[in-house]
């Protein structure tokens, strides 16, 4: 009975302090050493979150850039694709405004297009709006009065617009020589090219008129 006593004592003993024990947790030292790990883990996992965010959001400018510039190579083929003549010889198929200033370029380019969706001919103006930086194709049916029945459309953002025309010579040439007489059949250019530039990279377009003589 006495043994039985003895070895109970020594299990509560033993108990106790295992219980002790787990009421006393973490030391200090370790609590420190836990918050230190912790710290470095969210400082590592912030700076890659960050650099990460960058990347993204550059690759995503650089994406919508290409499609902006995409976009406008598909307008600008398919308005000189449908360009034609007019019998109202007042209207010139092709006209092109030249303002040079130093590397940068806002030229004005005017077409006559057959515009899908529309009975008649349209007039289509292309320049580059420098208050925004983003260059505008405007429409309008070819004899409705300036800025009557106007459409525009913004084609991205260029700090650059220079348009330049073939000639029979195989020349690029600022522009085509007006005709003496209005009842001769216009003179079309072999091409047309245009370069812009997006956020400091030029692109450019080669456009063949397939009105040009051979």
Same mark, same amino acid.
């Given at each position: 009975? !006495?043994?039985?006593?003895?070895?109970?004592?020594?299990?509560?003993? /033993? %108990?106790?302090?295992?219980?002790?024990?787990?009421?006393?947790?973490?030391?200090?030292?370790?609590?420190?050493?836990?918050?230190?790990?912790?710290?470095?883990? @969210?400082?590592?996992?912030?700076?890659?979150?960050?650099?990460?965010?960058?990347?993204?959001? !550059?690759?995503?400018? %650089?994406?919508?850039?290409?499609?902006q510039s995409?976009?406008?190579? +598909?307008?600008?083929?398919?308005?000189?694709? %449908?360009?034609?003549?007019?019998?109202? &010889? *007042?209207?010139?198929?092709?006209? @092109? /405004?030249?303002?040079a200033r130093? %590397?940068? &370029?806002?030229?004005?380019? #005017?077409?006559? @297009?057959?515009?899908?969706?529309?009975?008649?001919?349209?007039? $289509? &103006?292309?320049?580059?709006?420098?208050?925004?930086?983003?260059?505008?194709?405007?429409?309008?049916?070819?004899?409705?009065?300036?800025?009557?029945?106007?459409? +525009?459309?913004?084609?991205?953002?260029?700090? #650059?617009? &220079? $348009?330049?025309?073939?000639?029979?010579?195989?020349?690029? @040439?600022?522009?085509?020589?007006?005709?003496?007489? !209005? !009842?001769?059949?216009? *003179?079309?250019?072999?091409?047309?090219?245009?370069?812009? $530039?997006?956020?400091?990279?030029?692109?450019?377009?080669?456009?063949?008129?397939?009105?040009? /003589?051979?």
């Amino acid at each position: 009975m !006495q043994k039985m006593s003895l070895r109970s004592f020594c299990l509560n003993i /033993k %108990s106790n302090k295992v219980k002790r024990a787990n009421i006393e947790g973490f030391t200090l030292l370790e609590v420190l050493m836990a918050l230190t790990v912790f710290a470095l883990i @969210v400082s590592v996992v912030y700076i890659a979150l960050g650099t990460s965010g960058e990347g993204f959001k !550059q690759l995503q400018a %650089s994406r919508d850039q290409m499609e902006q510039s995409s976009w406008l190579g +598909k307008q600008l083929r398919a308005d000189v694709n %449908s360009s034609c003549n007019s019998s109202l &010889h *007042d209207l010139r198929p092709i006209a @092109v /405004k030249y303002d040079a200033r130093g %590397s940068i &370029h806002v030229d004005e380019l #005017s077409l006559l @297009v057959r515009e899908a969706g529309h009975s008649g001919l349209s007039l $289509v &103006h292309y320049a580059l709006d420098e208050e925004k930086g983003v260059l505008i194709r405007a429409s309008r049916m070819a004899w409705a009065r300036d800025g009557e029945g106007l459409d +525009k459309l913004e084609l991205g953002r260029v700090s #650059s617009f &220079h $348009v330049e025309l073939m000639n029979h010579d195989g020349q690029w @040439v600022q522009n085509i020589p007006a005709l003496a007489d !209005q !009842q001769i059949a216009f *003179d079309w250019p072999k091409a047309l090219r245009v370069t812009i $530039v997006q956020a400091h990279r030029e692109r450019q377009w080669i456009l063949p008129f397939f009105l040009a /003589k051979p």
